[in-house]
């Protein structure tokens, strides 16, 4: 057996602690032993996206980053995306524009979407294309997703 | 499965050592995105993973004697979004931004790039093309090494025991350089070159190129640097015969496989077609830097 290794970060804004194998993805963590499911496996080799979350301001695959690097990092998830029962903007316009069907890829979609709209608050349709080409959707065929993510835009730029 | 264990040292020196000291199967943790997987599907069994993220030579893009030098770790986000190097290599970062999808290049490094070995690695074509010179540190102390050097084969480099590749110096930016990356995919994103083309060239005041380098990936078992294609280009002003003599020597030095993604005839044709394009926007990039990037 490998050794634990003791982590401490900040998911959402609380502070955890973990104890964890090297091995193990932050993936891995998040899901199995800190219960934050919101996060999903899809391929487990970073080519779909559905395991998207945001590390240190910066958007990436969580199967493709160890728990034990997760180490004084600053870690978001969709589980922070709405506030109490206030859905962010995002979330809203996927759920009234029909932006999702069985739902595996949303969480990651949004929490990609989110941040792009805080790079780009006005991108054009083929913006939001290249941006999301690495969360895969095997439901919608991606209009509406990219409806959705043009509406929240949007609503957000207050337009 | 075999024991693991992580490190993640904050000097080079330390780092060094872990590889040196390692008894079985080490790896070096950049962006994880090769590494993981193979880690994940067990290609790989590693006894060590030394994550060298913490070591501040190769975190940082610094300017050196009027030129770029940058980490070997530095992320494909961190350098496409870093406006003085793009605008002094955009083709470069043509390459950097085809590493895969946004949250790929959250992690990925032009270091792991290039010690992965994959022939279509997007990023190297383009490093060969712009002369990057591979800083490695290791037991036996530093080296400097062009990159066309490094990949070996598919999966391997010249890399000895215990080396890192440290940083990335690129050179000087003179006036009326330009450089290009492109390459030819099925699919518009998320796919793996079938052929890349990396091209950087300098211009004379009259528009006649006086340099040029020229390198190919996917064709062959590692990226290569085409000196005939280079030369092909040498004193013309990028007429017809001159690209067509660019095609026939990127075309001749192809040496592909058939696989899924194209056969040896198409990849061989696409190189020189792509050789053309990828010279061209080089070309139009110079003329839109008339005084050099001064850095």
Redesign the interface.
Known sequence: ???K?HVTTTVNGDEYEYLC???Q?LLDVLRDELMLTGTKEGC????C?AC?VM?DG????S????A??GDGKKIETIEGMAKGDDLHPLQRNFLELNGLQCGICTPGILI?AK?LLERNPDPSETEVR??L???LCRCTGYDKIIRSVLAAAKEMRGA | MNSLRYEAPSSLGDAIALLARASGTSRILAGGTDVIVQMETDVIEPELVVDIKRIPELRQIAVENGAFRVGAAVTGMELTDHRAFCEAWPGVVDGVKLIGSMQIKGRATMGGNLCNASPAADSVPALIAAGAIARIAGPNGTRDVAVEDIPTGPGKTSLAKGEIIVSFLFPPRPARSGDAYLRMTPRTEMDIAVVGVGVNIVLDAGGVCTAARVSLGAVAPTALLVKEAGAALLGSRFDAPALDRLAQAAGAACRPIDDKRGTKEYRVNVAGVLAKRAALVAVERARQNPTGRSI
Request: glycine share 10%.
């Open positions: 057996m490998s050794k290794y194998e090297p091995q993805t487990a080799t970073g080519d996206g998207t590390v910066t958007m990436i695959c199967c493709l980053m160890l034990v690097e990609a941040a290249y941006w080409a690495g969360n």
